[in-house]
């Protein structure tokens, strides 16, 4: 008794296959890979204090002194964003894992307990019908701004597609012969989800994840700028971007390089989500 809990080695072969014909999904790759070291590195790669003002340098362009300019109260902008990087990588990846750690054990358990399926699917649409940023103002307003309350907000925003995307894929595996076979061998339904049914999410699963981080790190962006992210002067990408909205006209870098960098972090991981799938998903691969 067997199951397929291994990606097939072909799969992987047809990703690495497309990585080397591919030189956007290539720049995508470099690029995730420098900017999410150049945040666990901000420590020693970041030229000033990321939150040390200076009077004199408000509001400067950028320069061989300062690479990518200064804000309207002379902090670096290039340090900025290097810690920001490292604050918003780090919400985005916990209200993920917190999400899934919600949704893959409901979509299983609806997909494994017909009785199940009813009740919490319809919960997971009623989560679904409210756009994601409404669930930030309410728990906004309930937890107050912070990172609390934005990881509760991406954490909320994740468990309902989560779930609906394991419980398509459980239900392909929970009639197959080897789930059949471990029931009659006296397997509890515990340990067949997590031997079998849950393996076989997998492939979807980490799909799923890496399309979710890159639409969360805009979602969470987006929560900062409305003000219910961290308070300043801790650097945010988000918050960057909402201080400088008042500046466009006089020193629109200060906007434009935050909103720039979020752009590239996001399309990045949406390509590397794309070619993930493509490889993954058998019915794509041509």
């Known amino acids: ?111 494994y307990f017909p009785r199940l ?31 609390t309350g934005i990881v509760i907000s991406l954490a909320v925003a994740t468990i309902a597609p989560a779930a609906r995307i394991t419980r398509s894929a459980a239900l392909t595996v929970v009639n197959l012969e080897f789930v059949v076979g471990a029931r009659m061998v006296g397997l509890t339904n515990a340990q067949i989800l997590w031997r079998y049914v849950l393996p076989n999410c997998t492939p979807a699963l980490i799909v799923y994840s890496t399309l979710r981080f890159g639409q969360l790190i805009l979602l969470g962006a987006s929560l900062s700028f409305l003000g219910l992210g961290i308070a300043p002067p801790t650097p945010e990408l988000g918050v960057m971007v909402s201080q400088g909205r008042g500046l466009l006209l006089t020193a629109p870098h200060i906007a434009i390089i935050p909103c720039t960098v979020i752009l590239l972090l996001v399309l990045s991981f949406n390509i590397v989500g794309d070619a993930l799938r493509d490889a993954l998903d058998p019915q794509l691969r041509v």
């Not at 047809?14 to 901000?42: E, K, M, N, Q, Y």
């Not at 320069?63 to 990087?85: A, H, P, V």
């Not at 699917?121 to 103002?137: E, H, K, N, Q, T």
């Open 1 to 111: 008794m067997a199951s397929s809990a291994a990606i097939p080695s072909s799969r992987v072969s047809a990703l690495v296959s497309r990585l080397g014909r591919d030189p956007i999904l290539w720049i995508s790759v470099i690029l995730l890979v420098t900017i999410i070291g150049s945040a666990f590195l901000a420590d020693w790669l970041a030229p000033y204090n990321p939150i040390q003002t200076s009077l004199r340098a408000r509001s400067k362009p950028p320069s061989l002194q300062f690479l990518l300019g200064t804000d309207e109260q002379g902090r670096d902008i290039l340090s900025r964003i290097l810690f920001g990087l490292r604050l918003t990588l780090m919400t985005g990846l916990l209200g993920l894992l917190s999400g899934l750690a919600v949704g893959i054990p409901t979509g299983m358990l609806a997909a």
């Open 117 to 147: 399926d009813m009740a919490l699917m319809r919960l997971m649409d009623v989560i679904l019908s409210f756009p994601a940023i409404l669930f930030g103002l309410a728990i906004a307003g309930a937890v107050g701004p912070g990172l």
